[in-house]
């Protein structure tokens, strides 16, 4: 399985719980495209998530969902062409 860099959170509160981890990478699946992420931002959502104000929310998430990068593999479903494509 391969890996991932993502930020997380240890515990709800503030910045300071923010944790760089690195993870296994979900598998993809037949319309899924893998991203070679650029650029990436924590957004309020990402704070609300982090404060324990969204129900559901829970230590360990992966947060930064805003992200801009290139696309470098897809699945069975996409087209091949779309392999190099900015995102």
Same mark, same amino acid.
């Given at each position: 399985?391969?890996?991932?860099?993502?930020?997380?959170?240890?515990?709800?509160?503030?910045?300071?719980?923010?944790?760089?981890?690195?993870?296994?990478?979900?598998?993809?699946?037949?319309?899924?495209?893998?991203?070679?992420?650029?650029?990436?931002?924590?957004?309020?959502?990402?704070?609300?998530?982090?404060?324990?104000? =969204?129900?559901?929310?829970?230590?360990?998430?992966?947060?930064?969902?805003? =992200?801009?990068?290139?696309?470098?593999? @897809?699945?069975?479903? @996409?087209?091949?062409?779309?392999?190099?494509?900015?995102?």
């Amino acid at each position: 399985m391969s890996t991932m860099r993502a930020v997380t959170f240890a515990d709800f509160g503030g910045p300071e719980v923010h944790k760089a981890t690195t993870m296994d990478a979900p598998g993809m699946g037949p319309d899924d495209v893998l991203v070679a992420v650029q650029a990436a931002g924590i957004c309020y959502h990402d704070v609300l998530w982090r404060s324990g104000k =969204i129900p559901g929310g829970h230590p360990g998430r992966v947060l930064g969902h805003e =992200i801009g990068g290139e696309i470098v593999e @897809v699945g069975a479903n @996409v087209a091949r062409s779309r392999i190099g494509e900015r995102v």
